[in-house]
């Protein structure tokens, strides 16, 4: 098989600029002087030429044409099919369509971000229009006769059909519309935090909990950025937190949510390294390690009563009279307008919420000028109150303006898998609790290595999540965990 | 013109990959995860491949074959002069010997600083004979029947012929080494420092100089890193520095040198931004503005003054008692082994030193294993006393086993260029030390700028450098400096 060795040698040249590429990224959001922005977007444009340039390579068309798949072992099929795939998907992109598309989109980020300041959807609306229009032409192309959405959704998590993920969402929408108006008629409220946290002492503790949640230090650094987020794959996977003084959660839960993502990457099998398979199999599997980390581990009963003695040492007495006031502190729900703010139980909402509306503008079925209507009726339907200005509504999230469509689903994806990876993690080890109520989440952390993580883009993402339970992944453990959690903090 | 706007576009493409290459690598000498190591190198690998293949591509020879130098205005004729010479030197080496060289440079890299730790010159010996046998093949290839040294100076310092730096580091040699044994020999003796220096307050302070001088934070940043060093070119210059809290001067004067060396990058004219004209001109030049703001300015009677107040408002009383007792503290002689460590005067002898026995060892006139007899000869020639072990003597740089050869006189031409800038800004700036007292670099800076670092690389590094001055460079004004200055500090 000199081609397919040939072909390997190329892809992990090709892996590895696309690694220079994401840390860049990475040093543009935390290092780089803020006068640089522009000879930034030219080294950006460069290497991405240089890689766009690799992926489209006549070479590989020809390895390709030659390699017999069955003649391989499963890693090399597993390759082979990542490596087809995108192949197949880049060859279909007409000429000068994705340079187009980065370009607008470069300008799209600025003018929505103008847009939003100036709470005025309608400087907004003709570039979100040439914005749909290019993603409708890019669906067109990908879909080659199938679904216009479908074709979008696969870059993300490759395999998924939205008309499942529609049956799945469905069940979910009336179900946690019960439960947050259970949950906010209740009763019993838990206090909001009333202090003020030292942000030094805040990165202090977030380090540690990157630690205690078994992100290598020794492959990874934490640092500060406007909006976190982890990035890269293999040895040097990096995250970014933020502070703010009168939240140390927001530290704490997006820290604990990136070193889900780093953890992924960082626990991939070795022998994968700058090969197709040494990355996150697909954005929902990556979601549900972030979203099991930070919610069903981080904000379980268990180690938040670790976690409010470590905050009682580093910051004293911060106004919380117990262990059980904070655990309902911790998972206080409250309605709001924000998606990256929202909790457990509406976050979900924020997302199909979007899922809808973006799937009828690709089918042509919802144009931009009627996207704030729809947004604000769906809003009200499922929250309960009346969206107060664009930044609130249909303008908060940069996903459109930068040609995200396909993109939200993935985030509830993931909370799905998230709660079925719970279930069967429970189920193995029953004693779980014990080791989490004294910070040690080895025995968590390390099943999820073991049944996840490991293995890369070696299996689909329903592959890997279907093995690693033991059943078909749906939406009933999410629920059925969301209901028992909030119900016993509420006692609704 | 078609093929030069071709090309133009072409080179700035490799330009901005360069840049990401440079930015890699100041990346691992500061915020690297130290277990990436490994992956870097493949991820540098990638990148520097990329930027072979362009600067070997056949295009490039097509575009040359094409364009009509003479038809272009000044500023075009200077990239020609870049891109051409860049162009035949790269064809000149034979396909292979490159990556052969990187691949055993690498190596001997760890070679040596295993046999340095070992004191042990024999455990290196065999690698540089390597080292050395490949660079003379390098060289004979490059040289094209020309002197084998002087092609390989040409890759540091355009231009430049060995013969010629010869005749004027004899000049230097018997005036430095007399002048070293009349301040040795003195009565009168500046005290060392004797305390201990906050290093987050060293830090600080480093901060306010490199501003002082002029280094544009929105475009730069300070770190720390075993090694300083500047990095990159355009609007994105970084510097790095070091502490030790017993000395101060080596945080504050090796950040008064990358500042210079930052400076010199930033202050290039912005119309050349990625283009082969947006880089400083040679090293030589390069290390002249480097200098220059060390030594002619920082370490001057006028800016130390204001120095010492500096010091004395972060640091309190640290022992000095009066300005005049901290210059000359400052610009304390005295004799070592170390390159890096020494004062002004004994610099250069160190740099000498190295050429000559470098030049010799490329010619075939003295072998490696003749090597530690020959460095430890003339040391005690120069420096008056015998090398105690290898790390002392010729284990010390590591220059050599990372094929760095030509590179090493380059440093003292910079001081050359150096002093005659220095007496050609003060005849044109006759107050100046009236602003240095004050902490005011803005004349002095400016001056430079104007003169020298605005061009970047059109003109030649001698056409630069006697176009600011108005003379032809020599080692005079240095020689007059340093015999004026320490003449007056030691009373001899």
């Known amino acids: 098989m000199i081609a397919y060795d040939e072909l390997m040698v190329f892809e992990r040249e090709t892996q590895a600029l696309a690694q220079i590429s994401g840390r860049l990224g990475w040093d543009q959001e935390t290092m780089m002087p803020r006068g640089a922005t522009e000879q930034r977007s030219e080294e950006m444009a460069a290497i991405s030429g240089v890689i766009h340039a690799r992926r489209t390579d006549a070479r590989v068309g020809d390895w390709l044409a030659v390699i017999d798949d069955s003649k391989l072992n499963g890693v090399g099929q597993a390759n082979m ?48 229009m040439q914005v749909l229009d290019m993603k409708r032409e890019e669906a067109a192309a990908l879909a080659d006769g199938g679904d216009l959405y479908d074709a979008l959704l696969d870059d993300y998590e490759p395999g998924a059909k939205a008309a499942d993920l529609e049956a799945m969402f ?3 929408r009336p179900r946690l519309v019960a439960l947050r108006e259970r949950v906010l008629g209740a009763d019993k409220q838990p206090a909001a935090l009333d202090h003020d946290f030292d942000e030094a002492l805040q990165m202090k503790l977030t380090r540690k909990l990157a630690k205690t949640f078994g992100y290598d230090m ?53 022998a994968y390294l700058l090969t197709p398979l040494g990355q996150g199999t697909s954005m929902g599997v990556h979601e549900s390690q972030s979203r099991i980390y930070e919610n069903q581990i981080g904000r379980g009963q268990a180690f938040t009563g670790w976690l409010f003695d470590e905050m009682k040492d580093a910051f004293g007495d911060f106004g919380m009279k117990d262990a059980d006031a904070f655990y309902a502190t911790v998972n206080r729900v409250n309605s709001g307008f924000i998606r990256t703010e929202a909790d457990e139980i509406h976050y979900n909402l924020h997302v199909l919420l979007r899922f809808d509306l973006e799937r009828m503008m690709i089918a042509g079925d919802l144009s931009v000028a009627d996207l704030p209507d729809a947004w604000n009726e769906r809003f009200e339907a499922d929250f309960g109150v009346a969206v107060d200005k664009p930044s609130n509504g249909c303008l908060q999230d940069v996903h459109w303006s930068v040609g995200l469509f396909g993109y939200f689903p993935t985030y ?27 910070g040690d989440t080895t025995a968590a952390t390390g099943w999820l290595r073991d049944n996840v993580q490991q293995y890369g883009g070696l299996y689909t993402p329903r592959e890997v ?4 339970c033991g059943f078909e992944p749906s939406e009933a453990p999410l629920l059925e965990y969301l209901e028992a959690k909030f119900g016993a903090i509420y006692g609704v």
Chains 1, 2 share one sequence.
């Open 81 to 128: 099919r990542h490596i087809r795939r995108a192949y197949t998907r880049t060859l279909r992109i007409p000429a000068g369509l994705a340079s187009e598309q980065a370009k607008l989109h470069s300008i799209a980020q600025g003018v929505w971000a103008e847009a939003r300041g100036a709470e005025d959807f309608s400087a907004f609306s003709p570039t979100l």
């Open 170 to 172: 469905n069940a979910l």
């Open 465 to 468: 999540i279907t093995q690693a």
């Open 218 to 270: 020794a492959h990874g650094r934490v640092d500060k950025a406007v909006h976190p987020f982890s990035s890269g794959s293999g040895h040097d996977v990096r995250i970014t937190t933020r502070t703010n003084a009168a939240d140390p959660f927001n530290c704490f839960y997006s820290t604990i949510h990136e070193v889900g993502h780093g953890c992924y990457e960082q626990n991939i099998d070795d």
């Open 412 to 438: 509830s994806l993931g909370n799905v898998y998230a709660g079925c990876l719970d279930k069967a993690m429970r189920d193995a080890l029953p004693d779980l609790d014990t080791g989490l109520a004294a």
